[in-house]
Structure formats: structure tokens, C-alpha cells
């Protein structure tokens, strides 16, 4: 077994596609459009990975500007996190920051951090 792809929805696919290819080197493979299931895509890969970002037609917002711990982040259902693994992740803290990316902690242990991506999907950095 292997896993093929994660999909996200998000509210706004040019920002959320932006967002992953300029801050963890994803680059957008395709776009579609489903009108039988209301949403508007993008497929992006890198390395070996696959994001699917979806667009929903009429989306429903949680407010996930409320999240400001990862306790809290780690008590919702649904998708809990994805790990994204970087080269440099004291960088990559220091460039989501400058951005105003929501970062729910701290470098742990030199090791990894967790933010949320512009809709609220949560993320875990991992230093490669």
C-alpha cells in the first residue's frame, strides 16, 4: 500500500497553492473543475508528494483563528496534521513568521514546530 495524495480544502486556491509552492517547494502540476461536485482543484507535487487543494463552490469557514494551541489543535476530529518535512527549518520558522503565518508553537527540541496553512489545515515542520 502507498498513500497517493492528501487533499485540503481551502477558500481561496490561488493563495493556498502560492502558499505551498513558495514555502515548502510544491509545484502546481494541473487545475480542474468538478461541477458535479462543486469544487475547483489543483494537484501539486514534490518529490514524491501530493497535494490536492480543493476549492469548494460554496465553502463553509471554521474559524480557525480560534486554534492558539496545539492541545486545542489536537483535540478536533477530521484531519489532525500533516508533516511536512524542510532543509532548514529555523529558516522556514523565521519565513512563516515574517509572512504572519498562524504558528501554533515554538521550535520544539530543535526538531519541529506547528502552524496552520492560510485555511486553517494544521502542520507539523519537521527539520529533515
Known amino acids: 500500500m502507498s498513500l497517493l495524495h492528501i487533499g485540503i480544502s ?4 490561488d493563495r493556498a497553492v ?3 509552492c513558495r514555502n515548502f517547494g510544491f509545484a502546481e502540476q494541473k487545475r480542474f473543475k468538478k461541477q458535479g461536485f462543486e469544487i475547483s482543484g489543483a ?4 518529490k514524491n508528494n501530493t497535494l490536492e487543494l480543493l476549492e469548494p ?6 474559524n480557525h483563528k480560534d486554534v492558539k494551541d496545539l ?17 532548514d527549518l529555523k ?3 523565521n519565513t512563516l513568521q515574517e509572512q504572519d503565518t498562524l504558528l501554533i ?7 519541529f514546530f506547528f502552524c496552520l496553512d492560510p485555511d486553517g489545515t494544521p502542520l507539523e515542520v519537521k527539520q529533515k
Open 105 to 111: 508553537t515554538d521550535i520544539i527540541s530543535d526538531r
Open 71 to 87: 492541545t486545542s489543535l489536537l483535540r478536533r476530529t477530521g484531519l489532525n496534521h500533516i508533516a511536512i518535512q524542510v532543509d
Open 18 to 20: 502560492n502558499w505551498y
Open 43 to 46: 494537484v501539486l507535487t514534490n
Open 10 to 13: 481551502v477558500l481561496d486556491l
Open 91 to 93: 529558516k522556514t520558522y
Open 57 to 62: 463552490f460554496y465553502p463553509v469557514q471554521e
